[in-house]
């Protein structure tokens, strides 16, 4: 089995779509669920209209509400927990949006990642896997709509997938599990499918040089990758971050660099190419920073805290954990990194690691993701605590300023949407669609249908 040469297009679309893991109950990140101290920023444009998000069709020739995004379906991906009694299904999230969830008393495992395999195996379609917290990652088969499940495979007891994503024909499942090198801990794991071959032994990543004393990637769980270059990154929960390429002689991967600064779990990693060319690893944590790396060295060019002060004295680091980051490529305006965090804001960021933008969303920003709409103009999405989903511009237009906020999508008020918590990943995919995970053990595929009037 090799990894390089693969046929196919097999790849996650939308980076940045799943962020970090964060376990509110054994992580030593606090975090106070009163958001009343964040402020809520303007009202959006449109409001959704719940006829038409729900099934795409509304009767009511002067309805005012928005008639933008439509819900293609709701798959059930994830497995309930054993003990339906409890009231921990949000994991510390605020949570407002629970009116409609739990009627039958059932809380399902959170789905932590989802990524899209756009297959050129006969018959060629586009095929949805999710990772979840009940350590089984699943393949859906979006043929018809119907969006049924094709197959579904265990880490073993007591796994959680962390994350997962594709490239090159190739799915990348990082989990946290059990090993028998040392029993009863709980380590982090990468294992990688050949979707050519899936039958095939998955390859793994190993901290030993070849002794297989350490048959695993990690100490503790792998909670953010960058796996489509060389090389590939991971950074884990104990604030850990290393470089790694495959060993074709011992087929399994090997590392090459190993990264310290971090001091919490790690929640985001992207890739920028500097103006000499050379590759910059941004990283982000909950430990509320984000590092700058040049990634051939392996040494920390610039750190952002929430001290960080601009030229004119103002503070523009985070204020709470930082939970995803993208990269945006913003052609003749430049590249730029936006980042997301718990203290309710999303901030752009230039090449120089200055801060250009940022907004307030009145809730923890949980998972981030660009999708383009119908035009092929870039939207964000933004997936909160609560459950809702914020929508908005990008581009500075004669209609619109950068960022604007267009629509909140809700449960609460569109009778669909994601419950019990937050919204964990969004994922974008073809032809204006995007890919949620929550909380609630839920992937909801989207699609944006109406023009926003940019």
């Known amino acids: 089995m090799s990894y390089r040469g693969n046929r196919g297009r097999g790849k996650s679309r939308g980076g940045g779509g799943g962020g970090g893991y964060i376990n509110r109950g054994n992580s030593n990140h606090q975090h106070n669920n009163d958001t009343s101290n964040i402020p809520s920023g303007p009202a959006p444009r449109f409001a959704p209209c719940k006829y038409f998000t729900s099934s795409g069709a509304c009767t009511n020739k002067k309805c005012s509400f928005g008639h933008q995004v439509k819900l293609h379906g709701s798959i059930d991906a994830s497995s309930p927990q054993p003990n339906n009694n409890n009231n921990n299904g949000n994991n510390g999230y605020n949570n407002n949006n629970n009116n409609n969830y739990n009627q039958n008393n059932v809380v399902a495992y959170a789905i932590s990642s989802v990524a899209l395999w756009e297959t050129t195996i006969p018959p060629a379609s586009l095929k949805i896997f999710s990772g979840s917290h009940d350590g089984f990652w699943r393949l859906w088969n979006t043929a018809g709509g119907t969006f049924a499940k094709e197959f579904e495979h265990s880490m073993g007891p007591s796994a959680k997938i962390l994350q997962i994503e594709i490239s090159n024909n ?4 990082a989990f946290e599990g059990l090993c028998n090198k040392v029993p009863k801990v709980a380590v982090g794991m990468i294992h990688v499918w050949n979707l050519s071959n899936p039958a095939d032994p998955p390859l793994e990543f190993h901290l030993d040089d070849g ?19 060389e090389p590939i990154v991971s950074g884990s929960r104990d604030g850990v971050i290393r470089c790694w390429r495959f060993d074709p002689t011992a087929k399994r991967f090997a590392v090459m660099n190993t990264l310290h600064g971090h001091a919490r779990e790690i929640s985001g990693l992207v890739v920028t190419t500097a103006a000499n060319g050379s590759k910059i690893l941004w990283s982000s944590s909950i430990d509320r920073t984000m590092r700058l790396w040049d990634l051939e060295s392996g040494k920390c060019q610039y750190l952002i805290s929430a001290d960080t002060k601009n030229a004119t004295g103002n ?11 993208l990269v945006w490529d913003g052609k003749e305006h430049g590249n730029f990194v936006l980042s997301a965090s718990l203290d309710g804001s999303v901030k752009a960021w230039s090449a120089n690691a200055e801060c250009v933008a940022s907004e307030t969303h009145g809730q923890g920003v949980v998972s981030i993701s660009l999708v383009n709409d119908a035009s092929n103009r870039p939207l964000l999405m933004c997936g909160l605590e609560n459950g809702n989903i914020m929508i908005r511009s990008v581009l500075q237009t004669q209609k619109t300023p950068a960022f604007c906020l267009l629509m909140t999508l809700s449960s609460r008020f569109t009778n669909v949407g994601h419950t019990n918590g937050p919204v964990k990943c969004i994922r974008a995919g073809p032809s204006a669609t995007f890919y949620t995970g929550g909380n609630d053990g839920k992937v909801n595929v989207w699609q944006v249908i109406g023009d926003f009037d940019l």
Do not use: K, Q, W
């Not at 190739?170 to 499942?173: G, P």
């Not at 002794?211 to 270059?229: E, I, L, W």
């Open 170 to 173: 190739h799915l990348f499942c």
């Open 211 to 229: 002794t297989g004393f350490s048959p695993y990637a990690a100490a503790r769980g792998v909670t953010a990758m960058v796996v489509d270059m």
């Open 315 to 325: 503070v523009v680091g985070h204020t709470d954990a930082i939970t995803s980051m």
